[in-house]
Nanobody, 114 residues
Framework: QVYLVESGGGSVQPGGSLRLSCAGTGIIFRINDEHWYRQVPGKQRELVASITSDGSTNYADSVKGRFTISRDNAKNTVYLQMNSLKPEDTAVYYC????????WGQGTQVTVSS
């Protein structure tokens, strides 16, 4: 059984930072690609950042220079460091991995508000 468990969400003021974590069980992250998505009510889920099995990273234009995705292979955990947060970053953030993106976490809420 594969489980992806996100943590680290919360409320922060604009300009603040948060670090999201995604811990995987039943799956080996280092041989898969991992992705962070986000979704707001009424909108489609948006791909925010990706890290491939060889460590290459990609970001949505809206978060480039502010967000950093990384992976700790020893802990089988993927992170999303989010800096200079804006109100438009408010969303539920989901971790995704596995063959053709088969596995999803339960999501963690990020709220950016003054």
């Amino acid at each position: 059984q594969v489980y992806l468990v996100e943590s680290g969400g919360g409320s922060v003021q604009p300009g603040g930072s948060l670090r999201l974590s995604c811990a995987g069980t039943g799956i080996i992250f280092r041989i898969n690609d991992e992705h962070w998505y986000r979704q707001v009510p009424g909108k489609q889920r948006e791909l925010v950042a990706s890290i491939t099995s060889d460590g290459s990273t990609n970001y949505a234009d809206s978060v480039k220079g502010r967000f950093t995705i990384s992976r700790d292979n020893a802990k089988n955990t993927v992170y999303l460091q989010m800096n200079s947060l804006k109100p438009e970053d408010t969303a539920v953030y989901y971790c995704n991995s596995g063959w053709r993106g088969a596995y999803w976490g339960q999501g963690t809420q990020v709220t950016v508000s003054s």
